[in-house]
């Protein structure tokens, strides 16, 4: 029977074709987050990308074609933050880009930390640090357990640098849209180092505001984009219709130039240039350790909210974009070297098609106007329990003033119930949950995407998500009606973009459902390094097989 058992197991193993392989660190591992990408753009646009861009991370490398986010809200902040810890917000406590904070009675942002100092600046753009990321990050546990080991972790955004860097970097830095700089704060460093103060004195988002973004190819060419003046596209400052040419230098003022910067592709290449500087300046890949580049690229999602996913403006961002990626590879190739780093590339979230455009063409979608609702809420709970608790309505989170319930001797549990029933009632509203029911398991997919996002120090008291195509808005207006958004549990926002290119990594397709938080396991497995301590999520195995 032994030598059966022993039989039986090699038939099995054998029949699988599969074997792992073993295989030393790559010296470099660069980590690509684009804000906002749908999957869908990785094909929507493939015939006008580059050989050496996406369509090379898609022919010569893994490309995860089922990746979702298995939390809500679908936001940049939790979504950096879950990508490089590989948990959820229920763990890490990124809850949203700013939530509302008990403790200080006011909004917290989440890279917020005031006993951090600009360094770059004289301004306040550099007051961030990771110190309300609760948990470490899988760039934290390379250096932990690789001495030599660099890490650099750069964006437009302060939480797309901030969050990806974790605590232990070596240099974290984000774009100052008041001065036109790339900074950092003194929770990493006290003075830039000469490569960045160097590439700042070459000006450049100053010299691109005197350009002109027109389109890459002739305009006529976008048919997979609606028509270019769409009454679905915020302006511009300086603009009086959302349409190609933009004369940045005639659109420009002293006070909006750096802003205006970043509502352009040339930020994208800008943020290569940095990242570029940073593999030479910092000797990445030769440091005689697995090193880590992050890179989030910002203003596709800063263009994608003005614009929406169907806009010309958009879809020529991801062509300009895909040329960076190439550039940045030839990079790699010839300062790390071809088969010496591995990269992949994912997105913080995707988006919501406008909801007004959804509306129009008589497909399910819509807007909840949160304003007068709200106030009529506190109306009810006045007459129900005589005193309104409500202290912040954010981010679908429904915050109660516990101290007031108490010494009004009030039932908490009753005004939450009452709230959840009222919620109920609204238009536009899929289902409402209490804090109370969140700490319980239950099974339905919204249920625990709800429940993975919620942090009880953090989260509001009743939470609620909307149906499929809503925005949520302050009020009605023409305004309100134009642009877009994300931060839902639907396929629209949470089915993103995951590729996987260079050192050790096969060229295959993996269909499987894969969850956003499986990406910093799979990372410590081809770094050779522990996991992240809270990492929940679980290694892509179909990475680290070979065949017979």
Known sequence: MKYLKISLFFVVFLSSNVVFSQQKAPKLVVGIVVDQMCYEYLYRYQSKFSKGGFNKLMSKGANCRTTHYNYVPTYTGPGHASIYTGTTPSNHGIVANDWYSVATGGNLNCVDDPKSLTVGSDNKSGHYSPVNLKVNTVTDQLKLERNQAKVISVSIKNRGAILPGGHLSDGTYWYDSKTGNMITSTFYKHELPKWVMDFNQLAIPLHKTKETWNTFFPIDQYTESVADDSPYEHLLPGKSSPTFPYNLNEMATDANRFDLFVNTPFANTFLTDFAVNAIEAENLGKNGQTDMLCISYSSTDIIGHSF?????????????????????????????????????????????????????????????????????????????????????????????????????????????????????????????????????????????????????????????????????????????????????????????????????????????????????????????????????????????????
């Open 308 to 548: 929406g996913p169907q806009s010309v403006e958009i879809e020529d961002t991801y062509i300009r974009l895909d040329r960076d990626l190439e550039r940045l590879l030839q990079e790699l190739d010839k300062k790390v070297g071809k088969g010496n780093y591995t990269l992949f590339l994912t997105a913080d979230h995707a988006v919501v098609p406008v909801p007004q455009l959804l509306i129009d063409k008589r497909l399910p979608g819509g807007y909840v106007f949160l304003k007068d609702s709200v106030e009529q809420l506190g109306m009810r709970l006045e007459g129900q329990f005589g005193f309104n608790p409500i202290i912040k309505v954010d981010n679908l989170n429904v915050y109660i003033d516990k101290v007031l319930v108490k010494e009004k001797a009030a039932n908490y549990d009753e005004i939450c119930s009452f709230i959840q029933a009222e919620l109920k009632t609204w238009s536009g509203i899929k289902n409402v949950y209490t804090a109370k029911e969140l700490q319980l398991a239950n099974g339905d997919k919204w249920f625990e995407m709800v429940r993975n996002g919620y942090h009880p120090k953090e989260s509001g008291d009743v939470l609620c998500i909307l149906e499929s195509g809503y925005l949520a808005k302050s009020r009605d207006s023409e305004h309100a009606r134009k642009g877009t958004s994300h931060g839902s549990p639907y396929a629209y926002d949470t089915h993103v973009p995951l590729l996987f290119y260079g050192y050790g990594i096969p060229k295959k397709d993996i269909f499987r459902t894969i969850e956003i938080t499986d990406i910093a396991a799979t990372i410590a497995h081809i770094m050779n390094i522990s996991f992240a301590h809270v990492t929940t999520g679980n290694p892509i195995v179909e990475l680290f097989e070979k065949g017979k």
